[in-house]
């Protein structure tokens, strides 16, 4: 992956530019990077900022052979590949927030959306967007306490080249083991040790209640599989609830 780049000094959102390229037939793998967007998405139909030159945004064409219902665990091989990227290049102690935010001490460093076109039996295309906070040195005031970048973190300007060399790196090894199986099996063990939430205390926002759970790692569907105090287990799906600390 990440074999065919193609670059925007400025557009609207990379997840936008690779959806036509998909469309326009680009082949698997093909990512489309920007400095800056103009009309940045973020998850639940959120906005995502844009600092220019200071930051990653990019988006990853696919085109794999699986089922519909498994493309959303594409964005956790996508979470698992930035986790071991940006630990690997800066030695800090990233960690996954399920499903796939990326955090270190805390404070959101990374997102990831995925969004896909599908027929009922095949998938057309999937894009996985990731906007990695990288250079920037000051957030706005909303922000300020939940996120984070790299700089502020490590104290030293990061080469974006080398983040996104490193990332396509870690995600062609892992995109092998996702399609070796169709599931996360051979990627659950990283995917856990990796997990911010995990053998911890979690609370549970479902639709009808609010419980606190022990959260015990994903399941090889990417599923969060938590121990109710009551000593019953649950699966949690993505998309269902969200998962605060406690
Ligand atoms: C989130 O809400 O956590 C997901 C944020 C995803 C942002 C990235 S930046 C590159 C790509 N293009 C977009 O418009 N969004 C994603």
Not at 23 to 37: C, F, I, K, N, R
Not at 175 to 187: G, H, N, Q
Not at 212 to 232: H, W
């Amino acid at each position: 992956a990440g074999q065919n780049i193609v670059y925007y000094a400025e557009t609207d959102s990379t997840n936008i530019r690779a959806k036509l390229l998909g469309e326009e037939g680009a082949p698997h793998g093909t990512l489309a990077v920007a400095d800056m967007q103009s009309a940045g998405k973020g998850r639940r139909g959120r906005t995502w900022a844009s600092s220019p030159g200071r930051s990653i945004y990019m988006s990853l064409l696919l085109k794999p052979d699986i089922s519909p219902v498994k493309a959303p665990m594409l964005t956790l091989v996508a979470a698992c590949a930035v986790a071991k990227a940006l630990k690997t290049c800066t030695g800090l102690e990233i960690q996954i927030k399920w499903p796939n935010d990326i955090v270190v001490n805390g404070k959101k460093l990374a997102g990831i959306l995925t969004e896909m076109s599908t027929e009922i039996d095949y998938i057309n295309y999937v894009v996985t967007g990731i906007g990695i906070n990288v250079n920037i040195e000051q957030f706005p005031e909303e922000i300020k306490d939940t996120a984070t970048s790299l700089f502020l973190e490590t104290g030293n300007t990061v080469k974006r080249a080398l983040v996104i060399a490193e990332i396509m790196r870690f995600y062609e090894i892992y995109y092998a083991k996702f399609m070796e199986t169709k599931d996360l099996s051979l990627l659950q063990e990283e995917y856990n040790r990796l997990l911010v939430n995990r053998n911890r205390e979690v609370r549970i926002l479902g639709v009808k209640e609010t419980y606190k759970a022990y959260a015990l790692g994903i399941n090889p569907s990417g599923e969060l599989l938590v121990r109710r105090q009551d000593g019953t287990q649950e699966v949690i799906y993505a998309g269902e609830v969200s998962v605060r600390g406690v």
